[in-house]
């Protein structure tokens, strides 16, 4: 099929361009890739010298923050990949600040980001995060800013850690109109009063537009009869939306249960049940589970502030509901017209742990 590009794509072209950042070329400057004389590939490559892959990660330090990427002017991330080994998903925090602000807008455990809460691989095959064999963290959500951009990683263990990365963007679009991406991380760990909340403080309008939850089961029986709920703008008491279960909101039914095979896994473009983590009968003794709702062909719009609830809810005898004491992290994504705000306290390592 031959593509023609009309007047219109080609004036865009000719004031857009693409660069990309990575430890080959931290500036993302043109003409500046694969330049290196030093790295962790240094040593492999000391045969071949330079432009052979000499700089294809980095090390962060001991309780050491590094930048990924600072970037300059108006324009958008497309794209982010990136791994390290799985044992740093829960002990590095991914930040993201827009615009110069002093607050991030995204402070998330970087396995969380990409839908990889238990520090164990599990395939995610959706529109906008991919996470592929065995490890490779792929993000799709469009990230604009108007001044600037600066992405971040921080180490917050004693022992150094290797990070491959590279950050795909935009410069010259128009982002007058656009929000800012946003990320909240919390963890009830355990559920008090079977009420976990994703988020809460936020002031301002915008689209939520993603869940994901790791959540662990704490005693037996079903887990996710509670309902999710959203309060916008004027709500008090009472959300405006209220759905209907736990499974029923991340596209599933009936317990995710196929019978004959019990919880099935499943990955879509949109939403999906990707990760069950089963009990092996000697340290795993409860289930724990990853699962995800992107709400991109149905954003949830707010013109003033939201807060987002999940209730931990089951069964008890005499078929009555049984509030539960679940382990439950969730990263709650939405756009804001501002590119800061209120935001949960940063997390600390024991809160993070993979208890």
Not at 72 to 99: F, V, Y
Not at 221 to 250: A, S, V
Not at 276 to 290: A, M, N, T, V, W
Request: include cysteine.
């Amino acid at each position: 099929m031959i593509v023609v590009m009309s007047a219109h794509d080609v004036a865009r072209l000719r004031r857009v361009v693409t660069r990309s950042i990575s430890p080959e070329n931290p500036t993302g400057a043109p003409g500046q890739g694969g330049r290196a004389t030093s790295g962790t590939g240094a040593g492999p490559g000391r045969e071949l010298g330079r432009g052979w892959k000499i700089s294809p990660s980095v090390e962060i330090g001991p309780r050491q923050r590094v930048d990924l990427a600072a970037i300059e002017g108006a324009g958008r991330i497309t794209h982010i990949w990136l791994t390290t080994h799985p044992d740093h998903w829960r002990s590095l925090l991914l930040r993201a600040h827009w615009d110069g602000a002093v607050e991030p807008a995204i402070e998330v455990p970087v396995g969380d980001f990409f839908g990889q809460g238990w520090g164990r691989f599990a395939q995610l095959s959706s529109s906008m995060v991919a996470v592929n064999p065995h490890g490779g963290c792929n993000s799709y959500w469009p990230m604009p800013f108007r001044t600037g951009a600066r992405l971040s990683m921080e180490n917050l263990t004693d022992a150094p850690v290797v990070l491959y990365y590279q950050v795909t963007y935009e410069l010259g679009t128009d982002e007058s109109a656009s929000g800012y991406l946003h990320a909240h991380w919390r963890r009830s760990n355990p559920v008090h009063g079977a009420l976990h909340t994703l988020l809460d403080g936020v002031r301002g309008a915008g689209q939520y537009v993603g869940t994901y939850l790791a959540w662990g089961v704490n005693s037996r029986g079903w887990w996710g009869e509670g309902e999710m709920k959203y309060h916008l703008d004027d709500d008090e008491g009472f959300p405006t939306i209220c759905g209907t279960g736990t499974e029923d909101y991340f596209g599933g039914a009936w317990n995710f249960d196929v019978p004959g095979q019990g919880y099935t896994a499943y990955t879509t473009p949109y939403l999906g049940l990707h990760q069950i983590i089963r009990p092996d009968g000697l340290y795993e003794s409860q289930q724990r589970f990853g699962m995800y709702r992107w709400h991109v062909p149905d954003p949830i719009c707010f013109a003033s502030r939201i807060r987002v609830e999940v209730q931990a809810l089951g069964w008890r005898s005499g078929h009555r509901y049984l509030q539960r004491h679940d382990d439950i992290a969730s990263t709650a994504l939405f756009y804001l017209d501002g590119p800061s705000g209120p935001r949960p306290a940063t997390p600390t390592l024991d809160e993070l742990e993979q208890l």
